[in-house]
């Protein structure tokens, strides 16, 4: 007699248990307790624009801590009668040309380090990076002596050359990081395609290099922009001179115009906010690294 063997029943295997979630050490405090001291430091920040503003935009004399009537008088003055506008001409001159010839030089020289090999390569980069070290009061002097003998003293291009030398390190530094970063197969494959080194480059690494260059000619700008002592040195004709310089006219040693200074203040401060906020996009956004796999 031939009896039908039932097959076994089979196991249900249960799916293991999920580990409960690790509680991190901020979770279990108070939302108080880290919001408070963000509060206290957003208004220890905000306290000094606030009084700046005040200076700023109410009328001369008053002691009233709110801007109440309005009066754009001292922005006129440091506008008409300081000379501001012309400053700030100036200003976006230097800053401009240095962030156009910084990222020029930084990006030929980050894509040599990126992408190349030589004897001295680690050597190059020590030295970069010791530069960061060197104050820039220090090369006052020297740097004075080669302007005056190449007859650029009271000229902006020596302003423009000083600040784009010293921008330079960091910024070929970050610009090779960028580089490096860009799948070295996309140039090769460009190649294959007939394009030379210089075309792959504009084709293919400079697009992907887009967010790095606006952050590095940004960096660039801002420290242009807000430099004091270059100016200060190598442009002697106040028709020249930049904004931080003219900022320094406003305070004299028997009295300080403390709503003209605050107006000039404005001025300064208003294009590094804009910039900086245009960094923060890009650096948040970032760009593509790592197209192909391999």
């Known amino acids: 007699m031939i009896t039908e063997i039932a097959p076994a029943p089979q196991r249900v295997q ?4 999920r580990p409960a979630k690790k509680r991190r050490a901020w979770d279990e405090v108070p939302r108080r307790y880290i919001y408070l001291p963000l509060s ?22 008053s002691t009233s801590l ?8 001292h922005f006129e003055k440091v506008w008409n009668e300081r000379a501001f506008g012309t400053y ?12 156009v010839l910084t990222t020029v030089v930084a990006l030929a020289g980050g894509y040599a380090l990126a992408r190349f090999d030589f004897r001295v390569k680690r050597g190059f980069m020590l030295a970069l990076l010791c530069t960061q070290f060197v104050p820039g009061a220090l090369l006052l002097v020297p740097l004075f002596e080669i302007f005056a003998n ?39 494959a460009a190649w294959v395609d007939g394009c030379n080194r210089m075309t792959a480059f504009r084709i293919v690494v400079l697009p992907m290099l887009r967010p790095g260059l606006i952050a590095v000619g940004s960096f660039a700008f801002v420290h242009a922009w807000n430099h004091f002592l270059f100016a200060l040195m190598f442009l002697s004709d106040q028709g020249k001179q930049t904004i931080p310089v003219g900022l320094n006219t ?4 028997d009295s300080v115009d403390l709503g003209a200074l605050a107006a000039g203040g404005i001025i ?5 906010v804009v910039v ?19």
């Open 40 to 61: 206290i430091y957003l208004l220890f920040t905000l306290i000094p624009f606030y009084w700046i503003l005040l200076f700023a935009l109410r009328p001369a004399g």
């Open 88 to 99: 700030f001409q100036n200003s976006v001159l230097v800053g401009v040309s240095t962030l």
């Open 276 to 294: 900086f906020a245009f960094i923060q996009k890009w650096l948040i956004t970032g760009f593509s690294a790592g197209a192909v796999k391999g």
């Open 268 to 272: 300064a401060a208003v294009p590094v």
């Open 14 to 17: 249960s799916e293991p248990a």
């Open 66 to 73: 709110v801007p109440w009537p309005m009066t754009t008088d």
């Open 150 to 188: 190449l007859r650029m003293i009271n000229s902006p291009a020596s302003v423009v050359v000083a600040e784009t030398v010293f921008q330079l390190p960091l910024s070929i530094i970050l610009i090779s990081g960028f580089i490096r970063n860009v799948p070295y197969s996309l140039e090769e």
């Open 250 to 253: 406003l305070m004299s040693s």
